[in-house]
């Protein structure tokens, strides 16, 4: 008897050893794929609409709020970026009459519209612009039905800003500044597919409105989207919202195509007691870059071309009380702006090429912009301000399929995706002027023509492409002859030992190839550079997370080295190493010079 139980308890635990061995080997196996889940629901986009990375399995995840909090960091519908859609400084260079010019004609036809002797004529500053300081207070607040296995997520950002103002013509640019205190707000619902793995399913619009809630009084209480026909007749309705809250189905987001025409129209109110006419000033803003005054006949509309970058985006309907625009220094900012998301897919004929596009077009990976900072403050007082600013840039895909025709790989492909980046490096000039006066000092713009190279190598299986493996991302001079700088070799240390190390920008990488880090530890970056003219001393900088640019620590024979602290979003992140020639910030009738590298890294739970 003693003998039969001992053999049942060994039993029992062999059954459990293999039973954990089992669930081991599935969640490495399920790490493993996690590139690969991400880049199948992609290329499912032509056919259902759903988002680039809507169905993965977090398996590192402790609980649904760990595994949605992170989801919700990773997706594009969430990105900084979106919060920031409106923001972008326009271009305050006194040689920039035409804008001033223009301004001046929509004042007169203001004028001439809204004359009347009782109210007071709302006029366009010359220029206007909300510079972000911060998002502080990032909320994710989520709420989980566990009879449906659904989810509704809230985030909330809170926006500190500076709104600046400069209502005089006398071609200078010396504006005031005014506080912006916004709320960030963006809706989502979420499925729930298995143990830790969620879909996104339901997206809101997303609303950016004063905090204080009782001084709001602008306010936007409808949007529609209307498509031009080849006949140029826009009475198809693609959209429609009524609420900055309401939810839609990933499929009912308008899916539009480069080149199409839309009208996009809006209803606001304002509850102000201002006596300026017209009451409110509205703003389109789209193409990332692109700012537009809307049209007002009683309803608020603009027509705009719909550009060539593939992807999940946000169009912009931006509502000022007019009021706030005519002075510079009164504390009277009022605005509501809501981002309406929208899809671009391709619009080619092959549909293996359409398929490959749409999935690496929608990736951060495959933007040159994005990672790169743009901003205009300043790093330490000791050394030059400058930053770039870009063009939207315009991508070029040249795509080789290989068909297999055999069970598990019906084809392969090879893609080259080459990015043409023109813009301007802008360098203040602080001579003659008083430094703690920075807007004083006069703008220098250098000619930025860059060309951005990526790699990447996909399978298709089951009619679906998966990408498996992409190189980092080359961004050098497009005229060959003035490449003089050269990055050779870049390399991660933890705790002084090697972990991941490349010679080379255009070398195809598997998941298991990019560096991986814990969340929130420290590493250490070595880049070796060169320059041809060796009188010419380099700068090297670290690009991180889009909006923070740190100087490396110059050592001999052109090595530079930085110690970084990881972020915690898990996941897929990339940083870019800038080296870029000092003469060219220090010295007015020195060109632009410089070259990049983007470089992916993976994230991984802290332990």
């Known amino acids: 008897m003693k003998y039969e139980i001992e053999k049942n308890l060994i039993v029992m635990v062999l059954s459990v050893m293999l039973i954990l061995t089992a669930s081991l080997a599935c969640n490495k196996k399920k790490k493993e794929d996690i590139l690969n889940n991400d880049t199948t629901n992609a290329s499912n986009n032509n056919n259902n609409n759903n988002s680039t990375i809507n169905n993965i399995d977090y398996t590192q995840s402790d609980n649904d709020t760990t595994s949605l909090n992170t989801l919700v960091s990773s997706l594009e519908y969430f990105s900084e970026d979106n919060v920031a859609i409106g923001e972008n400084e326009e271009d305050v260079t006194e040689a920039n009459l035409s804008t001033i010019k223009n301004r001046e004609s929509d004042n007169n036809t203001f004028n001439t519209i809204f004359y009347n002797t009782t109210f007071i004529n709302a006029k366009l500053p010359a220029h206007w612009f909300r510079r972000r300081n911060k998002v502080e207070n990032k909320r994710i607040e989520i709420t989980v039905n566990p009879e449906d296995s659904t989810a509704i997520v809230k985030v909330e950002r809170e926006i500190n800003a500076d709104f600046i103002v400069d209502t005089t013509f006398d071609k200078k640019f010396n504006p005031g500044s005014k506080p912006i205190n916004d709320l960030h707000t963006h809706y989502a619902k979420f499925k729930k597919l298995g143990k830790k793995v969620w879909q996104l399913t339901h997206i809101s619009l997303w609303e950016k409105s004063l905090q204080d809630k009782e001084s709001q009084m602008v306010f936007i209480k409808s949007v529609k989207v209307y498509k031009y026909d080849s006949s140029g007749n826009d009475s198809t309705l693609v959209w429609q919202a009524d609420s900055s809250s309401q939810f839609f189905a990933l499929n009912e987001i308008p899916e539009l195509h480069p080149g199409d025409n839309i009208r996009v129209e809006a209803k606001v109110e304002n509850n102000s007691d201002s006596p300026y006419v017209p009451k409110n000033f509205a703003f389109l803003h789209h193409s990332e870059i692109r700012r537009d005054l809307m049209e007002d006949t009683g309803i608020f509309s603009k027509k705009y071309t719909i550009g060539d970058k593939v992807g999940v985006h946000f169009a912009a309907i931006d509502i000022l009380n007019s009021e706030c625009l005519q002075n510079q220094s009164q504390d009277d900012y009022n605005s509501m702006v809501w981002g309406i998301p929208y899809r671009i897919t391709s619009s080619g004929v092959n549909s293996d090429s359409t398929a490959i596009i749409a999935l690496l077009g929608e990736r951060d990976l495959f933007y040159p912009r ?91 299986k089951d009619g679906q492409w998966q990408l498996i493996k992409f190189s980092p991302m080359q961004i050098i001079q497009r005229d060959e002859a003035k490449r003089t700088i050269t990055i050779q070799k870049i390399s991660i240390l933890k705790n002084y030992d090697t972990i991941w190390q490349i010679t080379s920008p255009m070398k195809l990488l598997t998941k298991t190839d990019i560096p991986k880090i814990i969340a929130g530890e420290r590493v250490n970056i070595i880049v070796e550079v060169q320059n041809d003219d060796n009188n010419k001393k380099i700068l090297l900088y670290l690009h991180h997370l889009g909006n923070v640019r740190i100087p490396f620590i110059e050592g001999i024979n052109g090595v530079y080295s930085l110690e970084l602290e990881a972020g915690k979003i898990q996941g897929i992140n990339s940083v870019v190493i800038d080296a870029i020639e000092m003469d060219c910030l220090t010295n007015k009738l020195v060109p632009y010079n410089a070259a990049m590298w983007k470089i992916p890294y993976f994230i991984d739970k802290q332990k």
């Open 370 to 460: 994005r990672d790169i900072h743009e901003d205009n403050m300043p790093l330490l007082q000791t050394e030059p301000i400058w930053w770039r600013k870009y063009e939207e840039p315009a991508a070029n895909f040249n795509i080789l399929v290989d068909n297999k025709n055999d069970s598990t790989i019906e084809a392969s492909a090879i893609v080259n995706v080459n990015w043409n980046l023109n813009g301007n490096l802008i360098v203040l000039d602080k001579e003659g002027a008083k430094y703690n006066n920075p807007i004083t000092w006069k703008r220098i713009k250098k000619t930025i023509a860059e060309i951005a190279l990526r790699r990447a190598e996909l399978i298709k």
